[in-house]
């Protein structure tokens, strides 16, 4: 936890600190932002197990805890990094296995697959916890990637094309052998989604317009869309709460540690770093965000959250005003992620508050944003 001495509350607003774990290189970097210009000596101590630092500032001194233990040097060496920032690098004292890639132990990156799902496992409205699935499902399975079929163009030497296929796409061609629908008893899970017959659900209301969106009957709070493909409901997972047993409480999870599973479930099948996110109609989108992951697991801590620490990707982003144009141009190492409107607004937003955590001097980068998206999962 953050603590802080003599000046209170002034200080945390005049000095600000953020560490993050840089672990390809084994280093954990440590910077100290100041409100006015810095025209005092910076000094950082570290606690004596290397796992919390302190900044010196005049008037008092603010603490707080780093990502992982650091080997304690004989001197601390600050080095300035602008006129508001100063900085200092730290060796971590062990080895950490953290997924620098983005595609290692990716089923232990997502919250709520089937693996974790019971027959006793009761779904909620987020909002208001009116329940909409009360232990009607006793067979969970993990649904495959979204872009399954274009794998499988790669692995088939003779791919399903029969009579009128030869102009459809991947997941058509393969939809046409193998279509996945909604059956009762039976709930369909993949990184951002729960689907399930309509007959298992109850306490919903469906909007017979546009996207046909589905609520929550008593406090009216979207919570999916009825899928024609599939022939049933599919469930944003972000807008609803989860129990595995009606003796436990409700667990439930914000909305960027969906859209961090989902990036990392595309880094993992595609390669691919940078994602056009938009809403609706790829040809009507105006506002969109340009996204290049960074890097897609970090530790961080921070004299503005509570916590102690936090796991997150690192996301680079631009908003852009003409999508199809911006796709053209980046194509072969742009992929489409299209979301639901007000899942792309909140992105847009934690992007923005998440950038003013980051040191002014490191919050742009080649005319990039630089933001964090958190995940789901253990910070230590």
Same mark, same amino acid.
């Given at each position: ?7 209170g ?7 600000s600190?953020y560490?993050?774990l ?9 910077f ?10 910076? @000094? ?13 500032h ?8 780093l990502p ?18 100063a ?8 080895s ?9 132990r990716? !089923?232990?990156s997502? /919250?709520? !697959? ?19 699935i ?9 649904? %495959?990637?979204? @872009?399954w ?5 790669l &692995?088939?030497?003779?791919? /399903? ?12 061609r ?5 279509r ?12 951002? @989604?729960?689907?399930?017959s ?15 969106l ?6 009216r ?18 807008n609803?709460?989860? *129990?595995?047993s009606?003796?436990?409480? &409700? #667990?439930?999870?914000? !909305? ?16 691919n ?11 009507e ?14 530790r ?5 959250? /509570?916590?102690?620490?936090r796991?997150? !990707?690192?996301?680079?982003? *631009? ?20 979301? %639901? &409107? ?5 992105? *847009? *937003? ?8 980051? %040191?002014?001097?490191a919050?742009?980068l080649q005319? &990039? ?10 910070? #230590?």
């Amino acid at each position: 936890m953050v603590s802080k001495s003599q000046s209170g509350d002034s200080l945390m607003s005049s000095i600000s600190l953020y560490s993050e774990l840089l672990a390809n290189i084994g280093q954990v970097t440590v910077f100290a932002s100041f409100a006015s210009t810095r025209d005092h000596i910076v @000094h950082f101590e570290l606690s004596p197990d290397g796992g919390a630092i302190s900044c010196g500032h005049p008037g008092g001194r603010v603490t707080i805890p780093l990502p992982c233990a650091v080997i304690k040097p004989t001197v601390l060496n600050t080095v300035a990094s602008g006129t508001y920032d100063a900085y200092v690098r730290l060796q971590v004292a062990k080895s950490l296995d953290l997924d620098v890639g983005g595609g290692q132990r990716l !089923m232990d990156s997502i /919250p709520w !697959m089937a693996g974790s799902l019971t027959s006793n496992t009761q779904i909620a409205c987020k909002a208001c916890k009116t329940v909409v699935i009360n232990e009607r499902i006793a067979d969970w399975r993990n649904l %495959p990637s979204e @872009h399954w079929a274009d794998l499988m163009d790669l &692995w088939h030497c003779h791919k /399903p094309e029969g009579a009128g296929q030869s102009s459809l796409s991947a997941s058509q061609r393969y939809m046409a052998v193998e279509r996945t629908r909604a059956k009762s008893g039976t709930g369909l899970v993949d990184s951002s @989604h729960i689907l399930l017959s309509a007959a298992d659900c109850t306490n919903l209301e469906v909007k017979s317009d546009g996207e046909q969106l589905v609520s929550c009957k008593q406090c009216r709070t979207i919570l999916g869309i009825q899928d024609h493909v599939i022939e049933g409901i599919r469930f944003y997972k972000w807008n609803i709460s989860l *129990r595995c047993s009606g003796n436990v409480g &409700w #667990t439930q999870y914000s !909305m960027q540690e969906f859209i961090s599973a989902q990036l990392l479930e595309l880094l993992a099948s595609q390669g691919n770093r940078k994602f056009l996110a938009y809403a609706g109609d790829l040809e009507e989108a105006k506002d969109a965000l340009l996204l290049w992951v960074f890097n897609p697991d970090l530790r961080y801590c921070a004299s503005s959250i /509570p916590e102690s620490s936090r796991r997150a !990707m690192k996301v680079m982003y *631009r908003v852009v005003g003409d999508p199809v144009n911006v796709l053209k141009q980046e194509s072969i190492s742009t992929e489409e992620f299209k979301l %639901p &409107w007000p899942a792309l607004k909140e992105m *847009r *937003r934690d992007l923005e508050t998440s950038n003013m955590v980051i %040191p002014e001097s490191a919050r742009t980068l080649q005319g &990039w944003k630089v933001g964090l998206l958190n995940r789901w999962g253990s910070a #230590t």
